[in-house]
Nanobody
Framework: QVQLVESGGGLVQAGGSLRLSCAAS????????VGWFRQAPGKEREFVAQ????????YYADSVKDRFTIYRDNAKNTVDLQMNSLKPEDTAVYFC?????????????????????WGQGTQVTVSS
């Protein structure tokens, strides 16, 4: 198993930036693709971005494309989500999730049910 911990959330004004970080435990981090999801109150958990095992490939939801960038550093067991030009509609709890490709995987994986492990989430609030 792998444990994931998100950090970096906070309150920011529209147009501002935040960098979220997902720190993973374990020594087989490169066996996982990692996705970011977000969930606003009363809304379904929404796919944001995914990065492949060594970071060669990335995939973004249309709603965040050209504003958000996903990165990973397997030596540090981290995946970051750089969020620029934030909008009030980006307000949500952001989660990172890991998909163990040694078991099964899909690319891109845009459904929460396709991921094996989840962090606890970090709140991002964008004020207008």
């Amino acid at each position: 198993q792998v444990q994931l911990v998100e950090s970096g959330g906070g309150l920011v004004q529209a147009g501002g930036s935040l960098r979220l970080s997902c720190a993973a435990s374990g020594r087989t981090f490169s066996s996982y693709t990692v996705g970011w999801f977000r969930q606003a109150p009363g809304k379904e958990r929404e796919f944001v971005a995914q990065i492949s095992r060594i970071g060669t490939y990335t995939y973004y939801a249309d709603s965040v494309k050209d504003r958000f960038t996903i990165y990973r550093d397997n030596a540090k067991n981290t995946v970051d989500l750089q969020m620029n030009s934030l909008k009030p509609e980006d307000t949500a709890v952001y989660f990172c999730a890991a998909d163990d490709v040694r078991a099964s995987s899909k690319w891109p994986a845009k459904l929460a049910s396709e991921y094996d492990y989840w962090g606890q989430g970090t709140q991002v609030t964008v004020s207008s």
